[in-house]
T-cell receptor, first 113, second 111 residues
Framework: EAQVTQNPRYLITVTGKKLTVTCSQN?????MSWYRQDPGLGLRQIYY???????DKGDVPEGYKVSRKEKRNFPLILESPSPNQTSLYFC????????????FGPGTRLTVT | QQPVQSPQAVILREGEDAVINCSSS?????VHWYRQKHGEAPVFLMILLKGGEQKGHEKISASFNEKKQQSSLYLTASQLSYSGTYFCGTLFSGGYQKVTFGTGTKLQVIP
């Protein structure tokens, strides 16, 4: 079954404690992306990747890091989380670029206290 | 810059029609439409590309006015299952692959 998986689905952490949210897709997609969703603000892109070792900033990259060492994985790293990063995070992938359908993961609800 | 969606919210009775609009101040390469139900991930509906190509579900209808940088999603004979929040996403012309989503249109279909 074609899918995008994210782990963990729920996470409560404290300010400053480094964390990683994993994202994996089994569709051999080149394009992967991270979004955060906050009430009233819609989906905002954090980072995207066009292929292995090729990443670029989205609209709200501050406080986040990503890496793309393998085609299927695109982890999101928060090195020093802060309460304003409390949000619902979605990973997505598509076959090539922004001109294609994006498949979204189930989401990770992060709370930073 | 986020595209602007209108209306922000709409309530329909089953069988009624609705139009959701999306506009941008920048030249667009493509417009994407997704629907999200509460607590779930967004689900793809349609992509409209510069030049007229469309990819998506046959039951969904949409338009893309390249000159005005506007897109509209047409929901006809609405069903209860159409309820959810609709997002348009835009990919700007110019080489970057950032997809920028609007703030959403909340649609509720009632019996």
């Amino acid at each position: 079954e074609a899918q995008v998986t994210q782990n963990p689905r729920y996470l409560i952490t404290v300010t400053g404690k480094k964390l990683t949210v994993t994202c994996s897709q089994n569709m051999n997609h080149e394009y992967m992306s991270w979004y955060r969703q906050d009430p009233g603000l819609g989906l905002r892109q954090i980072y995207y990747s066009m292929n292995v070792e090729v990443t670029d900033k989205g609209d709200v990259p501050e406080g986040y890091k990503v890496s793309r060492k393998e085609k299927r994985n695109f982890p999101l790293i928060l090195e020093s989380p802060s309460p304003n990063q409390t949000s619902l995070y979605f990973c997505a992938s598509s076959s090539t670029t922004g001109g294609d359908e994006q498949y979204f993961g189930p989401g990770t609800r992060l709370t930073v206290t | 810059q986020q595209p602007v969606q209108s209306p922000q919210a709409v309530i329909l009775r089953e069988g009624e029609d609705a139009v959701i609009n999306c506009s941008s101040s920048k030249a667009l390469y493509s417009v994407h439409w997704y629907r999200q139900k509460h607590g779930e991930a967004p689900v793809f509906l349609m992509i409209l590309l510069k030049g007229g190509e469309q990819k998506g579900h046959e039951k969904i209808s949409a338009s893309f006015n390249e000159k005005k940088q506007q897109s509209s999603l047409y929901l006809t004979a609405s069903q209860l299952s159409y309820s959810g929040t609709y997002f348009c996403g835009t990919l700007f012309s110019g080489g970057y692959q950032k997809v920028t989503f609007g703030t959403g249109t909340k649609l509720q279909v009632i019996p």
